[in-house]
């Protein structure tokens, strides 16, 4: 993946309408041949967490320091993320959640599980454990939950982005017609408006 010329966290796009699928979609153009991965450093990751509200300024989220620890913590949300994708493909096209994903996806949960405790308003809450930099990837495993559990119930549809060809986003369909058909129409439903014309031009145009 190119990480070379990384764009800011502040302007990628949250395109997705759930927090683990905007976990999802933090490689850009996932299908082209070089992808970009936004969460490509510990810091970016943080900052990521931070603009998504995985995590929030006050709750002491130390990255860690060593080669080693930043490395595993890297491992970590690269193979979360895989799996959260995987299971969310399979879920969409009606297939067999797979065993691999799963297993991932449970082991964050169980961590997850163990961090809640009941708050003095009386609900839920995931409690930060001080310094804790896997904070929002057990986050991003509780709203798995919610988000299959929501599509369930039909409060939205998952979608794969119509431009298969490069772009390999989901979206959470919310609109009032079902009939979304991209995860944005500013970026990837121009670009295939504009090459469907460019097509209709190429074949209207008489032979030399």
């Given amino acids: 993946m190119n990480s070379s010329s990384p764009r800011p966290i502040s302007v990628i796009r949250l395109d997705g309408g759930r927090l683990c699928i905007d976990f999802v979609n933090s490689i850009h153009d996932r299908h082209a041949a070089v992808a970009e991965d936004y969460l490509a450093t510990p810091e970016r990751y943080l900052e990521w967490a931070q603009r998504v509200g995985a995590v929030s300024f006050g709750e002491g989220i130390q990255l860690p320091r060593s080669d080693l620890d ?3 913590l890297m491992t970590d949300i690269r193979a979360l993320r895989d799996a959260v994708y995987r299971l969310l ?3 969409l096209e009606g ?3 797979p065993a691999g994903p799963l297993r ?3 082991n964050w949960l169980r961590k997850a599980w163990l961090d809640q405790a009941l708050a003095n308003n009386g609900q839920l809450m995931l409690g930060s454990v001080q310094g ?3 904070l929002p990837l057990k986050r991003v495993a509780l709203d798995l939950v919610d ?3 929501e ?3 039909a409060g939205f549809k998952l979608k794969l982005c119509a431009n298969q060809s490069s772009c390999g986003w989901i979206f959470a369909d919310t609109s009032k017609n079902g009939r979304r058909r991209w995860c944005a ?3 990837c439903g121009t670009a295939s408006k504009m090459a469907t014309l460019r097509r209709r031009s190429s074949a209207a145009r008489p032979a030399t």
């Fill in 151 to 153: 599509a369930r119930a």
């Fill in 104 to 106: 991932i996806a449970n």
């Fill in 132 to 134: 804790d930099a896997t």
């Fill in 89 to 91: 493909v399979a879920w």
């Fill in 185 to 187: 129409m500013e970026t």
């Fill in 95 to 97: 297939e067999t959640l």
């Fill in 147 to 149: 988000t299959l559990a």
């Fill in 70 to 72: 930043r490395a595993c």
